[in-house]
């Protein structure tokens, strides 16, 4: 009692005034289980299909590469990692190494972060 509902307090609106400061158009993916976000910031993910990006849930088989096919063929501009801890039980050692793998490779982490998210920017070729 007493608090904000925990998906609509002051830091989850720091950050949405962060991306909506950051990103300068509608080219951009929310990388982890932040969905919540899109609502909050008036807009609908680009890609799909779109899930939440629980580790667990980036095991299904054939949901990394379709979401990197997807990342491939909109040319997403921006990439807001939240950050995973892997340290928690609930991760269960499961992490989305192929997208990260895909990341790593194709996107340069910006020196500028918003909140506690890493920002990503596509390379240029």
């Known amino acids: 009692w007493g608090t904000p509902p925990r998906f609509f307090n002051t830091d989850t609106q720091k950050i ?3 991306i909506k ?21 008036g807009e609908v993910p680009l ?14 088989p054939g949901l990394q590469e379709s979401l990197i096919t997807e ?8 990439i807001f ?15 989305p190494s192929l997208l990260m793998q895909y990341l790593a490779e194709n996107y340069q982490k910006e020196m500028r972060s918003v909140s506690d998210f ?7 070729k």
Do not use: C, D, M
């Open 16 to 18: 949405v005034n962060g």
């Open 21 to 41: 400061q950051y990103k300068t158009n509608n080219s951009y993916f929310l990388f982890g289980n932040t969905e919540y976000l899109y609502i909050y910031i």
């Open 47 to 60: 890609i799909k299909p779109y899930v939440q990006l629980f580790p667990w849930n980036t095991q299904i």
């Open 71 to 78: 990342l491939k063929s909109k040319n997403i501009e921006l």
């Open 81 to 95: 990692l939240a950050p995973y801890h892997p340290t928690q039980l609930l991760y269960n050692g499961k992490s």
């Open 118 to 124: 890493s920002v990503y920017r596509i390379r240029q």
